[in-house]
């Protein structure tokens, strides 16, 4: 996934994060370097919202300025993608690299 993500930042894509974790994200962080792929990050715990519920994701609309609609939001969990779609911005469901790859095709 790293190597994924490092191809999609040489393209110009910005990556950002959106994730129901706690305060602990921070350990997890720090111990998987992956993270520091992430250009930003908006954690539930700093805006009391959880997905898939449609604040959070209006919640990270606004820190970033960004349109949903250019966005690809990508979640393992059905109910998050459901969410995301449901506040317009297009989803995938990650069941790994290679079908990521294949998917995204359709939107850049």
């Not at 994200?25 to 715990?45: A, W």
């Not at 979640?75 to 990521?100: C, H, Q, W, Y």
Request: charged share 30%; glycine share 8%.
């Amino acid at each position: 996934m790293r190597q994924f993500m490092e191809q999609m930042k040489r393209k110009g894509y910005k990556l950002l994060g959106l994730s129901n974790w706690s305060a602990r994200v921070y350990d997890v962080m720090r111990k998987f370097g992956i993270f520091s792929e992430l250009d930003g990050y908006l954690l539930s715990k700093d805006v009391h919202q959880l997905k898939p519920e449609p604040g959070i994701y209006h919640s990270f609309y606004l820190k970033f300025g960004v349109d949903p609609a250019e966005c690809v939001f990508i979640d393992d969990k059905p109910e998050n993608v459901a969410g995301s779609i449901a506040t317009g911005m297009p989803a995938i469901r990650f069941t790994s690299v290679e079908k990521l790859r294949e998917e995204l095709k359709g939107y850049l």
